[in-house]
């Protein structure tokens, strides 16, 4: 991995991770300090970032955080809730021995991963994110049509920040957390297409709430 690799992956995580925020600044002084980089290195990872939707980049204005808003985590809702459940239906359908094997491993290392790090217990941990990430990515990977996969896997992509800072703002349990992964996970098991779809609806769906929920009960 290249330097501007190796940058790429700590801003992710440091994004993802809720140590970098929505709608903050990302000025190469302060990025080359924090990550021990040179200016085009940096400006490479950014620019890979603004094309998963992590990081915006405006004339004049350098890069940001991506910002949260309602109306882009509305409409970004609405189409994983057509797409994904879809893509996981099929995956249910067509995924073979091995796929259900890759998707009971994913669920296990996700459930043996602590939530929270040492460091915070507002966020995530880094670990669990990625477990996370790996889980949801497995159950998707028994679909045969590439393009909807790869369709699905972007929109999740763009919803990963979300998924972070609802977590935080949310204040969701562990445990409820992990009922909706066991359920996904069972859903697979028992080869049941209509109920794996409907349960990954009802989770896309549960992200956008503990946002808004988060939101409301956060003092301004």
Not at 44 to 62: I, K, P, Y
Not at 158 to 171: C, F, I
Not at 199 to 205: A, F, P, Q, T, Y
Request: proline share 3%.
């Amino acid at each position: 991995m290249g330097k501007s690799g190796e940058i790429y992956e700590r801003l992710r995580t440091d994004i993802l991770g809720g140590r970098l925020t929505p709608g903050q600044r990302l000025k190469f002084p302060d990025l080359c300090a924090r990550y021990g980089t040179s200016v085009g290195a940096a400006r490479e990872a950014l620019t890979r970032l603004v094309t998963e939707g992590l990081v915006a980049s405006q004339s004049n204005h350098g890069f940001t955080v991506v910002s949260l808003s309602y109306g882009d985590l509305a409409e970004l809702t609405s189409a994983r809730r057509e797409v994904e459940p879809l893509v996981f239906a099929m995956a249910v359908r067509e995924g073979d021995m091995a796929w259900e094997a890759a998707v009971v491993a994913a669920h296990h290392v996700l459930a043996r991963t602590p939530f929270f790090g040492e460091d915070s217990r507002e966020h995530p941990s880094a670990q669990w994110s990625a477990a996370h990430t790996a889980f949801h990515l497995a159950l998707l990977e028994g679909c045969s049509n590439r393009r909807l996969r790869s369709i699905a896997c972007g929109l999740r992509e763009e919803a990963e920040l979300y998924r972070t800072w609802a977590v935080s703002y949310g204040r969701e349990s562990e445990e409820e957390i992990a009922l909706e992964h066991r359920g996904l996970l069972d859903a697979v098991v028992e080869r049941d297409a209509l109920s794996a779809a409907d349960r990954l609806r009802h989770h896309i769906s549960h992200t956008a709430r503990l946002l808004i929920r988060g939101a409301t009960d956060t003092p301004a």
